[in-house]
């Protein structure tokens, strides 16, 4: 389930060729900030979070407009990274080029994208109640965003996004709170069509999709509390809320922790149910290039849906 399933064992050490490209990456982008601070930038910091009880990092990826456009409010794009990355996920694996690209090619709008850490905490409050990260998420990270940065508030002007688990997160946040959003998007997301009966049987067995869940979701899995979080039964139960978010997802085919499948169970259940949703099935694995590969339809996307319900007055412009 990590997003960098290639950085585990021995890629780990500190000869990872991964590991050198991250470096490398931040070296340019650092250089290339001071070189020309009017250009697209990030702005990573963290803020204090009483439900959590700690300091929580977050990035903004912020574009060329927000310094000149002083009176404009943008539309904000929630994105939640994999299991094992953190909050400067997007630069870290190239992906912030990818998006200045899209930007300066006129293929995508101006919106902001607020990448907080997630930890291992799929996003959700944990089983026993220690971790409120969810909650934390809902009221407290999105008000201090629209707070601290020129951001629209209403749902329209807010979307959210992931890769693997943070695609799980994705989901269920939109999912459970389709007033809040107006559209949601995921790669690779972490969706698990077994019930939580086969999961525990495959924690027991050492499977690598099943152990990574107990320390969230409980050993043996908290049926209810799986259930309360789970992306397939919000969208039973909030169907007529969900029929109004855009909706697009992909996942690779050769997905090596079987995502593909849960993937698939999603489009066939949003189908029965007539949800509009878009859904991509590509070669590729659980990996940094398929993700990469993609991530531009991601940005294309929510630009055209930001673009479709611009604010009143001061909205950004998205293609």
Known sequence: MPCHPERSGAAAQ????????????????????IIAPAQSRIDCASMPSKLLHRDVPYCVLIPQSYDSAKTTKFPVLYFLHGLGDNQQSLVNMGAWNLISDLRAQNKIGDFLIATPAGWATFYINSADGKTRYSDFFLDEFIPFIEHKYRARTDRSGRAISGISMGGYGAFRFAFANPQKFSAVSAESAALFSDSPKI????????????????????????????RANDPFELAKQNAAGISRLAIYFNCGQQDGYGFDEGAAALDKQLTAAKIPHTFRLYPGEHSLQYFLTHIGEVMEFHSREFAKHPAATGAASSK
């Open 14 to 33: 500190s000869k990872d060729p991964y590991l050198l490209r991250k470096c490398v990456v931040l070296f340019f982008f650092v250089c290339a900030t």
């Open 199 to 226: 999961l525990d049987q495959g924690m027991q067995s050492g499977a690598p999709r099943a152990r990574l869940l107990g320390s969230v979701f409980g050993s043996p899995i908290d049926a209810a509390h799986w």
